[in-house]
């Protein structure tokens, strides 16, 4: 029966655990079998398939299929088998087992009925995603870790209290288009836009990845941030704040782009250029600039997979990945440099790449809905994607200066799984019926039209124009760009640090007044009261630490005291002697 | 030992490189007098406008993160450390 296939995610899971009962050649061949398993169960997913129990008392469903959720479940399926391909030679048990969780839980979050499995599979993402950070073994890859977490965890209690207070509000978990602007919707909101990398609540994204193994970057640039563009697809699309979100994190992930040395670092914000894409057409809300999301984000998985993969793979030959370091090696790694030029003007979007089929969809639909300053934006977002991307990558890890470098192409798996990714770039720009048929809306978009093809060769073809020209100023130096994570990173030391100093001074000047000069005054102003006041006031004239001298002075009696107190002492004995005696007698 | 694939490490070749892209380039701009041209702004009307603001683009965000790298966000490697 189809309608009773398990979800798609339990495969992974399960297929997770069973991996790791084999080794070698037999584990090669599962890792292979589960993904190729899950695209299957994905086809023959239909809108009454499901996979519901209760938990105590809340019914809840792993399974609700509709054409969006199928979208996102083919090209998780494919990223996932193209991963584990380029993955393949990896030995470590943990690395495999770690990413065979996370696809399975973000095909969990894609097919969720309900917030609570969202929220289930959201946070086991968080987790497994982690180790895949943590598997490079250096100090750096694991405090890096540790605040891709933090952020994480934080960003899933923030999505956890939005959807409680929205059950409190609604008495349902269940997952649709959210309209109210309530305090619920903004926290689920929050909870959604720290997965998707949007600025401010970007920099984990940028400080993590990079610190990956040479394989797990090609897994976390591929699902965190979709399932995330996923879940506003189903539930914000509309929203108008994402459009403007959107556009500022296209132009944001270009500008950090460029001014980055790490090659990982740039893809790393070249994703976050990408998905402001995706984000801007979800905030339009029409049917052409959802589907222009949706395909985007298929397009996008691949093609960036593959420049992480090329990245990868020259981090994997060589162990380095800062431009300073690399250089000149097209002469030895031309399977790898062919794959990346390919993704490189993919995600350019040049006619004939699949990028050119599926951006200009949210560039056109910003047109329809008149959107003009938004339009500009994204057309100087399309430019300095081919300036960082397209042409800034590639050419200082391939060409530039030689640095002597003599590394060849990777293992065979490596270079079999780039091909397959490279041909898929460019099937999907030849002929993209078959990705606009799974669309969840009907597409009526032509993107070769003269007018669009011309347009965006003068845009891509003048942008590298201007690389080259400016190249002077592009030149790479051995630096890091600060982002956000200052905040949490120095930010906060800097405040523990302040906080300290002014707690020190206080302690410090508590010290001074009531443990070294107020026992001090006191005691001499005691014995001595008058030239204790008069030694206070020289003191001030003086600038002289007022309680100086005071406590080692002798006590013996003083003529000065008895002088003025003396007269006033024997006037008060007579008194009370007189006022003894009126009362007695 | 197989001789390496040195090709643009040679000046003439780089030569030959920037001549074959300016051609490229002016073929980019000319091909739009030979299309139907389907006007969507104002600005659409003028002749090899895209190319003008790719180039403008990019200009001004190589010279907007060159100068935000250089006088804020930019720090030595071991800026963290410290």
Not at chain 1, 88 to 110: M, P, Q, R
Not at chain 1, 468 to 497: A, H, M, P, Q, S
């Amino acid at each position: 029966m189809i309608s009773n296939l398990p979800a798609p995610a339990i495969v992974f899971i399960i297929g997770a655990l069973i991996s790791l009962l084999f080794k070698n050649k037999l584990k090669q061949i599962i890792l292979l079998l589960i993904p190729a398993l899950g695209f299957y169960l994905v086809w023959n997913l239909t809108g009454d398939s499901s996979f519901a129990f209760s938990l105590s008392g809340l019914e809840l469903n792993m399974l609700k299929v509709d054409k969006l959720s199928k979208v996102f479940g083919y090209i998780f399926c494919i990223a996932s088998f193209g991963s584990f391909l380029f993955a393949l030679h990896v030995k470590e048990n943990l690395e495999h087992f770690s990413a065979l969780i996370y696809v399975g839980s973000a095909l969990g979050v894609v097919f969720a009925g309900d917030f609570i499995s969202l929220y289930i599979f959201w946070e086991f993402m968080a987790f497994s995603s982690v180790m895949l950070i943590l598997a490079r073994k250096t100090k750096k890859a694991s405090d890096a870790g540790f605040r891709y977490l933090l952020i994480h965890v934080v960003g899933g209690l923030v999505l956890l209290a939005g959807i409680l207070l929205q059950y409190s509000n609604t008495g349902s978990f269940a997952i649709t288009h959210i309209t109210s602007k309530t305090i619920s919707s903004y926290l689920i909101l929050i909870g959604f836009l720290i997965n998707a990398a949007v600025p401010p609540l970007s920099a984990w994204m940028s400080d993590a990845y990079p610190e990956s193994t040479a394989t797990g970057g090609v897994f976390l640039s591929a699902f965190t941030t979709k399932t995330a563009v996923y879940v506003l697809l189903r539930t914000f699309y509309g929203w108008d704040i994402l459009i403007y979100l959107g556009a500022a994190m296209t132009i944001y992930g270009i500008i950090f782009a460029i001014m980055e040395n790490d090659a990982r670092r740039i893809l790393a914000y070249s994703i976050m250029n990408q998905v402001g894409f995706m984000i801007v057409g979800i905030g339009i809300g029409t049917q052409m600039s959802m589907n222009g999301a949706a395909a985007h984000a298929f397009a996008h998985i691949i093609y960036k997979g593959l420049l992480w993969m090329s990245a990868g793979s020259v981090l994997y030959m060589t162990g380095k990945t800062k431009c300073t370091d690399l250089g000149g090696l097209y002469k030895t790694m031309p399977v790898t440099l062919v794959c990346c030029c390919i993704a490189a003007a993919a995600i350019s979007a040049f006619p004939l790449t699949s990028g050119f089929t599926t951006k200009t969809m949210i560039l056109q639909s910003s047109i329809n809905q008149h959107f003009t300053i938004i339009y500009i934006i994204l057309e100087i977002a399309s430019a300095g994607v081919f300036l960082h991307a397209g042409v800034k990558f590639p050419y200082f890890v391939f060409f530039a200066k030689d640095k002597g470098l003599r590394a060849s192409d990777p293992k065979k798996n490596m270079q079999i799984a780039m091909i397959f990714f490279a041909v898929l770039c460019i099937a999907i720009g030849v002929y993209p019926k078959p990705l606009y048929n799974i669309l969840p809306y009907a597409v009526d978009y032509n993107a070769y039209t003269g007018d669009h093809v011309v347009s965006m060769l003068q845009l891509l073809l003048f942008s590298g124009l201007a690389f080259f020209v400016f190249l002077g100023l592009l030149k790479r130096t051995e630096t890091i760009t600060l982002d956000t994570d200052w905040f949490y990173r120095k930010g906060v030391r800097l405040i523990v640090n302040s906080v300290t100093y002014v707690i020190s001074k206080i302690a410090y000047a508590f010290d001074f007044v009531f443990i070294k000069s107020l026992p001090a005054i006191l005691a001499k102003f005691t014995q001595k009261p008058l030239s204790a006041i008069a030694g206070f006031f020289a003191g001030i004239i003086k600038k002289e630490p007022f309680y100086s001298g005071y406590a080692a002075e002798s006590s013996g009696p003083e003529w000065l005291t008895i002088i003025a107190v003396g007269p006033v002492v024997l006037v008060s004995v007579i008194i009370l002697m007189i006022l003894a005696g009126v009362l007695v007698f | 030992m197989k001789k390496e694939f040195d090709w643009f490490d040679k000046p003439e070749n780089i030569k030959k490189l920037k001549t074959a892209c300016i051609v490229i380039l002016m073929i980019s701009v000319l091909c739009e007098f030979l299309i139907h041209k389907h006007i969507q702004h104002v600005w659409d009307k003028i002749p090899g406008i895209h190319a003008v603001f790719g180039f403008i683009a990019c200009a001004v965000l190589i010279i907007i993160s060159k100068l935000i790298g250089k006088y804020w966000l930019k720090k030595d490697e071991d800026y963290y450390d410290k």
